[in-house]
């Protein structure tokens, strides 16, 4: 519902060919040439592989496997194997994804223990975070993966969610957080629709440090992700009801 009129209007810009709006709607585009929704190519290729994953979530020794699974990709990720610079590499933009893999790992991992009313250990996260520091100096890795961060991020605010549980806080971040994707998405596209559409304004002294792009995005970005959201949900409501 957002790429379609996305493609549309770039079409018509005469930014995008019909050839680039297939490839687009496929999520081919990102493989090929590093550009568009990297998440949303990156999370279907994830959701194929999701069974195989779901089969190690329930083993009872699937933090060892998860840890190992991480570790293997820390390394893989930092191993300087391409020399071609350019973005039209399937190897590169492979490797730019592998570094996002291991939070959907993470995310595979809490979502069963949540599913068996179980928790995953504060001390697990802080785990995951050590090893890949430890790695890095093992191996001499220089190059940064700054995913890694993310765990620690995720700490803070499930932390925070704990302690503020019915708070106002807490409802800010359970709205964010169910129109998550549809931010994502709105995020690449308005920006890039706000550029063709007004780039000698972007270009402006008004711009400077990028925050007024930021904010304009954002507010416009949560609108949208709303009434898509919104959509979504009737007509899932609607084909339930159907069925």
Known sequence: MITIPYCVILI???????LDSLLCLSTLEYWIFH????FVSLILVLYLLSPLLFRLEVSKYKWIINFALIGLIIILCNI??????SNNNLCKNVLFTLGRVPCFIIGMGLGQASKDEKS??????????AM?????????ITTGTAWMLVPLILTFFIALTSWCKGCWLDSVLNFLGKISLESYLTNITLNTI?????????ASSLFYGRWLEYLLVIIVGIAVACFVNKVSEIIETKRCDRT
């Open 12 to 18: 018509i810009l005469g930014l995008y060919t019909v």
């Open 35 to 38: 550009r568009g929704a990297w």
């Open 80 to 85: 300087n194997i391409i020399a071609d610079g």
């Open 120 to 129: 995953m250990s504060f001390w697990c996260v802080l785990l995951l975070v």
């Open 132 to 140: 890949y520091f430890v790695i890095r100096r093992f191996f001499g």
């Open 194 to 202: 706000f550029r063709a559409l007004i780039p000698t304004y972007f």
